[in-house]
T-cell receptor, first 117, second 114 residues
């Protein structure tokens, strides 16, 4: 079964600095999708960025970028020029392409990010 | 577009009571999902639907039921509430295209069972 591990329960970063959130996963599948979601205090889940496993190029969305290392099964999120509004819980997620699986999308336990003014 | 909306935002239930969590999306998405998020944990899939009239179990379906009579609505039913069902429930939807599509989440419903 697939697993998603976020080893950093909490992190802090100074405003305007760069921070990297770690995520590792385990799977025997060769094709899949990976996501980073942001959950602010409002509790709504917001998609930050996604990566298709068949793409070698790392995904980028404005200040957010990923370092996708398929062989190492690593999918870290880098936030550049951190802003106070980035403070939230961040979840890494894995999605299987196998529609027969019950655990089609798997989330890590999350990393709470604090932004220090 | 309002996106994915959920009601209520918060509810307290007594053990054994029943309730329905409502979820509506106005993006014409075929796929809809229900997740629960326990404190300090990630989300777990309860049920999902690939289109009107079609539903299937996810990872943790016990104690819940769903129906999908329209494309827009995907209510989640709790028949006999138990303390173990205290959680935050998220509804999500994705565009017709299957599992490679991005899921859009609602704001969540916080449920407390006492």
């Amino acid at each position: 079964a697939q697993t998603v591990t976020q080893s950093q329960p909490e992190m802090s970063v100074q405003e305007a600095e760069t921070v990297t959130l770690s995520c590792t996963y385990d799977t025997s599948e060769s094709d899949y999708y990976l996501f980073w979601y942001k959950q602010p205090p409002s509790r709504q889940m917001i998609l930050v960025i996604r990566q298709e496993a068949y793409k070698q190029q790392n995904a980028t969305e404005n200040r957010f970028s990923v370092n996708f290392q398929k062989a190492a099964k690593s999918f870290s999120l880098k936030i550049s020029d951190s802003q106070l509004g980035d403070a939230a819980m961040y979840f890494c997620a894995y999605r299987s392409l196998d529609m027969n699986r019950d655990d089609k999308i798997i989330f890590g336990k999350g990393t709470r990010l604090h932004i220090l003014p | 577009n309002a996106g994915v909306t959920q009601t209520p935002k918060f509810r307290i239930l007594k053990i054994g009571q029943s309730m329905t969590l409502q979820c509506t999306q106005d993006m014409n998405h075929n796929y809809m999902y229900w997740y629960r998020q326990d404190p300090g944990m990630g989300l777990k899939l309860i049920y999902y639907s690939v289109g009107a009239g079609i539903t299937d179990k996810g990872e943790v379906p016990n104690g819940y039921n769903v129906s999908r009579s329209t494309t827009e609505d995907f209510p989640l039913r709790l028949e006999l509430a138990a303390p173990s069902q205290t959680s935050v429930y998220f509804c999500a939807s994705s565009y017709n295209g299957g599992w490679q599509e991005t899921q859009y989440f609602g704001p969540g419903t916080r449920l407390l069972v006492l």
